[in-house]
């Protein structure tokens, strides 16, 4: 038996709205002073501010602040299961978007090239840091050999995967304090991403190469609402509460797709870490039974609404950063300082000059676009990239955009052996490295391959046969 007023019914409500109300403050934070001009997304300071917080209150109470009653006796663990789901369901409400724009066959290449380059990206990450770690694991008996495989987690994939997998360390590999390892990476690519987009684009303003947008926000206009044909937005059922119902709809198919896994191959806690991943195919899966419901006119009028699929992905991006941030533990990360500031350091450079060279060699006509997308995206979140995006590019008049969101089914392709590589990692620690850079180098290659295996003109073609 419970009663209402018991802790245990009120304590998520307590645990949610303390994010929501960290995100608010933050907000208005934003608004004064330094942090006016700087380029730190709201939730991630919510989540320094909430981090602050707890940090003094367990010096001084000598216990976690989010354990306290009012949050249920384990917040804690509470915030990373939001972070968790969160991450699934954002990326979910990102795939149930309708997609419907044909390319020309120039911009197909650019879309597949920047999905490379994120998964190079990725492999570059983790090559640098598993390598770092493993050279100091010989010098620094505290160092969990393979930690700095974590990287391209959380710098190039953000805070829910970081956590996924430092979790999946500690439980079943013993890297004590793992989670907060891994969340407390994905912090420090917030950080790189603000800290080297407020440098570049300061770079930028005083070469006089493009002009930093205004805080004034972007007119909504109202096809950017609802496009033709859709239900309405009020109807007998709100049109947010069927974006909701879908999203939900598709994770729980999620979660019935990776018990069956479970069950029929075990390997659970690796099926249950690729929670975003199978959401992902789920996702699609409604859209196509969608798709062939319109086309046989089974279903007259579309559900899906774009515009609040990203209110709805963005929330829970939103809630992922800020309870992932929150629920860092400084006192389990012990003497991993050292490994962690250098990993963030190195982290942030190297993504830097790959992607300016990157952006500037194949992407010509929008390069300071693309890269500071693309150093955003890969040191935080695609809300990063999109923030950075938005201060040289207000109204997305570049394909910069598209090119982020349409990389993703080349990027989750070539990027999913990165998420087997890290499973073997533990077992193979030496062996998976060398995987890593071969897979590197493989990746460079495709990336590189019009200037590799470069074809001759039909004029230069010409001019041979004639020498002859």
């Not at 707890?54 to 384990?74: D, Q, R």
């Not at 859709?230 to 947010?240: A, L, Q, R, V, Y």
């Not at 695609?382 to 090119?403: C, Y």
């Amino acid at each position: 038996m419970y009663y209402f007023w018991d802790s245990e019914v009120w304590s998520f409500l307590c645990l949610m709205t303390v994010l929501f109300v960290a995100m608010l403050l933050a907000n208005v934070i934003k608004k004064t002073g330094f942090f006016k001009n700087s380029l730190i997304p709201t939730s991630v300071l919510g989540g320094i501010i909430l981090l602050i917080i707890s940090t003094v209150y367990e010096a001084i109470a000598e216990k976690p602040f989010f354990n306290l009653e009012i949050f249920g006796g384990n917040g804690n663990a509470n915030l990373e299961v939001i972070t968790y789901h969160a991450l699934a369901l954002g990326f979910i409400a990102t795939t149930l978007k309708t997609t419907e724009k044909k390319f020309t066959k120039e911009r197909n290449k650019e879309i597949f090239n920047t999905g490379v380059t994120t998964v190079s990206t990725y492999l570059l990450q983790a090559v640098f840091g598993m390598g770092i770690t493993l050279g100091l694991s010989y010098i620094l008996t505290d160092v969990f050999p393979i930690s700095g495989i974590l990287l391209p987690f959380g710098y190039g994939q953000g805070t829910g995967q970081a956590l996924n997998w430092g979790k999946t360390y500690e439980n079943d590999w013993g890297f004590i304090g793992g989670s907060s390892f891994g969340l407390t990476v994905a912090a420090l690519g917030f950080l790189s991403a603000s800290i080297g987009g407020v440098i570049h684009l300061n770079i930028l303003k005083k070469k006089g190469k493009v002009i930093i947008a205004s805080d004034k926000e972007r007119k909504l206009l109202s096809e950017d609402v609802q496009s033709d044909n859709e239900i309405p937005m009020n109807g007998s059922m709100d049109k947010m509460t069927v974006q909701i119902a879908l999203v939900l709809l598709a994770y729980i198919l999620t979660y019935a797709l990776m018990a069956l896994l479970t069950k029929l191959i075990g390997m659970q806690s690796v099926i249950y870490g690729f929670n975003f991943l199978f959401g992902v195919l789920m996702a699609t899966l409604i859209k196509a039974v969608a798709k062939f419901s319109h086309k046989k006119g089974i279903i007259k009028k579309y559900h899906r609404n774009n515009f609040l699929l990203d209110r709805i992905s963005n929330s829970c991006f939103d809630v992922m950063v800020v309870a992932g941030i929150a629920a860092i533990r400084f006192d389990v990360l012990g003497n991993y300082w050292i490994v962690l500031i250098i990993l963030g350091i190195v982290g942030a450079v190297i993504t830097y000059f790959y992607n300016l060279y990157i952006a500037r060699r194949f992407f010509p006509a929008y390069s300071e676009e693309q890269f500071l997308m693309m150093y955003g995206m890969l040191t935080g979140t695609a809300s990063t990239g999109m923030i950075l995006l938005r201060e040289v590019d207000e109204g997305f008049k570049t394909p910069v955009a598209d090119n982020l969101v349409y990389q993703n089914f080349p990027a989750i392709v070539f990027g999913f052996p990165l998420m087997l590589l890290a499973n073997l990692a533990p077992k193979q620690p030496w062996l998976t490295f060398g995987i890593l850079f071969a897979f590197l180098i493989v990746m460079n290659i495709i990336l590189f391959r019009s200037v590799i295996f470069k074809r001759k003109s039909k004029a230069e073609k010409t001019q041979i046969e004639a020498n002859e």
